[in-house]
């Protein structure tokens, strides 16, 4: 059974930066695709990033390029998605999720397997 845990969550001032992690029970991340997605309240869950461990493809929402970057620890078997200059609007529940090979970044929001989720609140 496929278990992710995120932390590294919490409140941060605008402009503040977060590093999150996302652990994995009983596998490792290199076989499969992975992505962070956030939900807002009231909103729809939206995928922030995604990295293709198949092809080494990458992606990210237009408002956080530039600010926040994916990586994929191999020796640690961990996930990060690094958040900086963090914004009011950033703020949201964020998930790990992953999926098998054939399953592509745009396939993972309903293919893929959820993590519990970490609050990121950005707030003066």
């Known amino acids: 059974q496929v278990q992710l845990v995120e932390s590294g969550g919490g409140m941060v001032q605008p402009g503040g930066s977060l590093r999150l992690s996302c652990a994995a029970t009983?596998?490792?991340?290199?076989?499969?695709?992975i992505a962070w997605f956030r939900r807002a309240p009231g909103k729809e869950a939206e995928q922030v990033s995604c990295?293709?461990?198949?092809?080494?493809?990458?992606s990210y929402l237009d408002d956080v390029k530039g600010r926040f970057t994916i990586s994929h620890d191999e020796r640690r078997n961990l996930v990060y998605l690094q958040m900086n200059n963090l914004k009011p609007e950033d703020t949201a529940e964020y998930y790990c999720?992953?999926?098998?090979?054939?399953?592509?970044?745009?396939?993972?929001?309903?293919?893929?397997?959820w993590g519990q989720g970490t609050q990121v609140t950005v707030s003066s």
């Open positions: 999720v992953i999926a098998p090979f054939r399953w592509k970044c745009d396939e993972l929001g309903s293919k893929g397997s």
């Open positions: 009983y596998f490792k991340f290199t076989y499969y695709h």
């Open positions: 990295i293709q461990n198949s092809d080494g493809f990458t």
